[in-house]
Nanobody, 127 residues
Framework: QVQVVESGGGLVQAGGSLTLSCTASGLTFDDYAMGWFRQAPGKERERVSCISRSGISTYYADFLKGRFTISRDNAKNTLYLQMNSLKPEDTAMYFC????????????????????WGQGTQVTVSS
């Protein structure tokens, strides 16, 4: 049974940092591209950052302006999102997702391309 579990969320002041982690089990981790998405109350889910199976290719949403860094450790079956210079508008539930893809360098950008999702971890940024 596949499980995707996020951790690392919490309450932080504006300008602070958090590192989210996502551990996947029950699958061959390096067969999957990974992504971070978020959803704020009353808003649609949006794409934050995505990474290829090998980690060689990454995508970042324009609104991040270099504040976040996505990475993965295939030996530990873990995905990370380092978030710096956090803003109140970053407040949301953050979701990790895994998508099966054949090409090691390919990044999956659309939520429907992802097969497995975690339950989310809440990030709250106070002003």
């Amino acid at each position: 049974q596949v499980q995707v579990v996020e951790s690392g969320g919490g309450l932080v002041q504006a300008g602070g940092s958090l590192t989210l982690s996502c551990t996947a089990s029950g699958l061959t981790f390096d067969d999957y591209a990974m992504g971070w998405f978020r959803q704020a109350p009353g808003k649609e889910r949006e794409r934050v950052s995505c990474i290829s199976r090998s980690g060689i290719s990454t995508y970042y949403a324009d609104f991040l302006k270099g504040r976040f860094t996505i990475s993965r450790d295939n030996a530990k079956n873990t995905l990370y999102l380092q978030m710096n210079s956090l803003k109140p508008e970053d407040t949301a539930m953050y979701f990790c997702a895994a998508g099966s893809v054949a090409l090691g360098w390919y990044v999956l950008l659309e939520s429907y391309e992802y097969n497995y999702w975690g339950q989310g971890t809440q990030v709250t940024v106070s002003s």
